[in-house]
């Protein structure tokens, strides 16, 4: 799948003073949703990036040209230290943050290797998808996050009523 967003438009973000103001292109991030027995990959932003302790998925900026379905699949590879399988592209969410605006496409993945780990080095871990909503995670995540949790009871119930 080859999804790009890139709409050019600038677009108008209310100031304080509530006159608006011109926010810069865009910045398409591809993030992956590293799902294996019911969790999912995340860790802690780092010191000195934005939101540092905040939680986050894997992934990141798209290079010039670069999908973000392949940006997803770079990423993942460089933040984790394995390859996935990106199987669908779940949602995306155009969202401004004080320092910038970004396009975040979420895409389904799971690890090539159903035995692979994170590197020690790389601060991700597997976080069960009910557990998520009580993790400080940047709000542009925080209708994703809510709905993997309500992913997890829902088929939580189901097996449950079987």
């Not at 992956?32 to 860790?43: I, P, S």
């Not at 592209?89 to 993945?109: A, E, K, M, N, Q």
């Not at 692979?116 to 925080?142: H, Q, S, V």
Request: aromatic letters at 8%; hydrophobic letters at 35%; proline letters at 9%.
């Amino acid at each position: 799948m080859a999804d790009s967003h890139d709409d050019g438009a600038r677009s108008p973000k209310a100031c304080e003073s509530g006159a608006f103001e011109h926010v810069s292109e865009s910045i398409a991030v591809g993030i992956g949703l590293v799902l294996k027995n019911g969790a999912y990959l995340a860790r802690l932003r780092p010191e000195g990036s934005p939101m540092p302790h905040y939680w986050e998925f894997p992934g990141g900026k798209c290079e010039p040209e670069e999908s973000p379905e392949a940006a997803t699949r770079r990423e993942c590879a460089e933040e984790i230290g394995f390859e996935v399988a990106v199987q669908r592209l779940r949602s995306v969410v155009p969202f401004i943050y004080p320092h910038g605006r970004v396009t975040l496409y979420y895409h389904d993945c799971v690890p090539l290797d159903s035995n692979a780990e994170p590197g020690a080095n790389t601060g991700f871990r597997w976080i069960k998808a009910a557990d998520l909503p009580g993790l400080l995670f940047p709000p542009a995540n925080e209708a994703i996050v809510s709905e993997l949790a309500a992913e997890s009871r829902d088929s939580k119930v189901e097996i449950d009523s079987i």
